[in-house]
């Protein structure tokens, strides 16, 4: 569905992106991994238009959309939900989520309203909350709130920068299965992540970045058991977990 090849993206003077390439297959769940500063937002604002590479070719489909503009690369069918969520504070949940429209320039209505009931089947609070204003929402109401508006843009790649930003555990799980559910209904997923583990348990494949390289391309599954993801993504608390599972053996 997407092929990313040999991108280089800069600031000015800064080169942010080296070379990076990846795939997405159809119906897949890709996680991009990588510490603060590794170039996975970078990559995300490059392969939806906000970015113009140097260097490199991007495909979608495969159509050529390589330094197209952000609107036309929406229009094709990919949708971001940014970093941060950016809810409109002043506007109400619903007008949110038909904001999500706007790139759906030949949607019927019965089109627009089978996704609108997508979205309040998988987020019934937002049904619930659909008068409030964006203000009035908590944080991983916004978070949902935001992933619908995703949603109703109708895409068929979905891009998730960071989703679990800043939203408390219980919330975190919750997101998680909710990505997990949407991608099972067909939404192929690249999923941008600092919570490596949690994205590789729903991920497909994975792609780690450091310092705008790809370093590590791998199964999740191979991901998951890779020594050197444990060592510097995974946190200490899988070896933690790796140790008691031994000691269980024994």
Known sequence: MLKVEGIETWYGAIQALKGISLEVEREEIVALLGANGAGKSTTI????????????RIEFLGQDITGREAEDIAEAGIACVPEGR?????????????????????????????????????????????????WQLSGGQQQMLAIG????????????????????????????KVIKEINTTGTTILLVEQNARMA???????????????????TATNLLANEEMKAHYLGAHAHIKEARERRRRL
Do not use: C, W
């Not at 759906?104 to 987020?123: C, G, M, N, P, Y």
């Not at 508006?149 to 998680?176: C, H, I, N, W, Y």
């Not at 348990?201 to 791998?218: K, Q, S």
């Open 149 to 176: 508006r995703g949603l109703m843009t109708g895409a068929k790649l979905l891009l998730l920068d960071e989703p679990s930003l800043g939203l408390a555990p219980v919330l975190v799980q919750e997101v998680f």
């Open 45 to 56: 604002k490059t392969i939806t238009g906000l970015l113009k590479p140097a260097k490199g």
């Open 200 to 218: 590789l348990l729903i991920a497909n494949r994975g792609f780690v970045l450091e310092t705008g390289r790809v370093m590590l391309a791998d």
């Open 86 to 134: 950016r809810v409109f504070a002043g506007l109400s949940v619903m007008d949110n989520l038909m904001l999500g429209t706007t790139p759906r320039k030949h949607a019927s209505r019965t089109e627009i309203q089978r996704d609108l009931d997508r979205v309040f089947t998988l987020f019934p609070m937002l049904k619930e909350f659909r008068d409030r204003l964006g």
